[in-house]
């Protein structure tokens, strides 16, 4: 048996960091040289002392399929794939197609798009919404869904759920305190932001009685159908009653579908799960790597944007009562141009492609969990569709877990190391451009750094 001791973790840490600054010391160089202007929030992150020569992020060059190269002329096996907004791979040629034609008939940023009316189409005709708009981010269009709920509902209070991520709009910026009540979860973020807001356990029967009780003060449930943090949570059954209970109540349902929106399915979590939302956002994979949001709903809500349908040659006027929406770049001809090319693609695949690349994601998935049991490890991994992260078993405490995390924390890096690159807590995305080829190296690139830290006795015996 190998005999865990500091010295022996120090040797395998401070060689692994003499590998992996060698090997991206460009990338290196330029987060040092830069931090003093760069503000950045993702380094901190993973920020570690005893890690600390290694906390940079990999600056790349070009990206193409799978593929992503760095500043140092590493290639990687990509799974962040712009975390998440590329279902069809980097790059792919139809979209860079529909790009390059845009840019050159310009970027008309004060006239209307001559596509966006077709995107718009192609939207509601896969989500079932009835009208859309566009943002240039998710947390735009989350921000929006809920004005346009309190505008609608004339109510102001507004439920989430722990656990969700809903972008950085100061009034989704909250965490639970005592009796549902939110407080800001950071500094910056003013009280009077999150007053209004209800923080709620994702899946529970007791959160639905909660909603129950402040029926006629809440304007909107905001709901991640699958969190990325808990992508093993697929409450399907919740998720109905949640919908007949706004229903009944007169709340809006807001999907936040930026993860699972055209990715589970063309129509979404929605479609997946068999639930009608009010609202639902979009971005990620509708923008093929371009930023994009897009709220989309029914009309009595979407028509708090302009008025409402109204026609030429007749009496008709916009008659609903509008809010405020606006932005310089909604609406960009690149965005949309991409977005157009995407859309027709998914349309014309249908839904074999979300079917067999979940089917593969599950796959791959099965197989890393037989490895993490057989080494005793407290972890398995979970997906949704062809995204995927670790989950911690229920049965070890959190003395156990703590004491795991050092070595979780080296596995990105041998990872990295090892030429794949994944989100910083170990999960990322699959998409239609990796093969089985890429597959197979991930997973023994993961069976060797594991072996490899383990052997360090940075892994307990749990």
């Given amino acids: 048996m190998q005999v865990e001791t500091p010295n022996l973790q120090q040797q395998h840490l401070t ?25 950045d929030p993702r380094v901190p992150e993973w920020f570690n002392l005893a890690t600390k020569e290694m906390c940079y992020l990999t600056v790349g060059t070009k990206a193409k399929g799978s593929r992503i190269w760095d500043i140092d002329g590493n290639e990687y096996i990509d799974i962040i794939m712009g975390f998440g907004s590329n279902l069809l791979g980097h790059n792919p040629s139809f979209i860079q197609a529909a790009i390059i034609e845009q840019l050159e008939k310009g970027i008309p940023l004060g006239p209307q798009s001559e596509l966006v009316g077709e995107v718009a189409q192609l939207i509601s005709e896969m989500t079932g919404m009835e009208r859309v708009a566009f943002s240039n981010t998710g947390t735009e269009a989350v921000m929006t869904s809920i004005r346009l709920a309190r505008a609608a509902t004339k109510r102001s209070k507004i439920a989430i759920f722990s656990g969700a991520y809903h972008g950085h709009f100061d009034g989704t910026l909250a965490q639970a305190h005592e009796n549902s009540r939110a407080v800001p979860i950071a500094p910056g973020v003013l009280p009077g932001m999150v007053e209004d807001v209800l923080i709620l356990d994702y899946g529970s029967s007791q959160s639905l009685e909660i909603i129950k009780a402040y029926q006629d003060e809440l304007a909107a449930v905001l709901v991640e159908p699958v969190q990325t943090r808990r992508p093993d949570l697929q409450p399907q059954e919740f998720l109905q009653q949640l919908r007949q209970l706004t229903e009944q109540s007169g709340i809006t349902l807001i999907f936040d579908e930026m993860i699972t929106g055209f990715r589970l399915h063309l129509g979404g979590a929605q479609a997946w799960f068999g639930v009608e939302a009010d609202i639902a956002t979009y971005g990620k994979v509708v923008g093929g790597g371009m930023p994009i949001g897009v709220i989309a709903g029914k009309a009595t809500y979407m028509d708090k944007i302009d008025g ?28 949309i141009a991409a977005a157009r090319a995407v859309l027709k693609y998914l349309k014309l695949q249908g839904s074999s492609l979300q079917t067999e690349l979940n089917q593969r994601t599950a796959q791959y998935v099965e197989q890393l969990n037989i490895f993490f049991a057989a080494k005793h490890l407290p972890i398995r991994m979970g997906n949704f569709g062809s995204f995927f992260g670790p989950i911690f078993l229920p049965e070890f405490s959190g003395a156990e877990i703590s004491s795991f995390m050092t070595g979780l924390n080296l596995l990105r890096y041998h990872l990295f190391d090892r030429g794949i690159l994944l989100r910083g807590e170990g999960g990322g995305f699959l998409s239609t451009s990796h093969t089985d080829e890429d597959i197979d190296d991930i997973i023994q690139a993961m069976k060797d750094s594991i072996n490899e830290i383990q052997a360090a006795g940075f892994f307990p015996n749990l």
């Fill in 15 to 39: 060689a692994l960091i003499e590998r992996y600054t060698k090997r991206t010391k460009t990338s290196k160089q330029m987060g040092q040289a830069y931090r003093s202007v760069l503000a």
């Fill in 308 to 335: 409402g349908m109204w026609n030429y040659d007749d009496a008709s006027f916009p008659q609903v009562e509008r809010t405020f929406f606006a932005g310089t770049h909604c609406k960009h001809p690149l965005s």
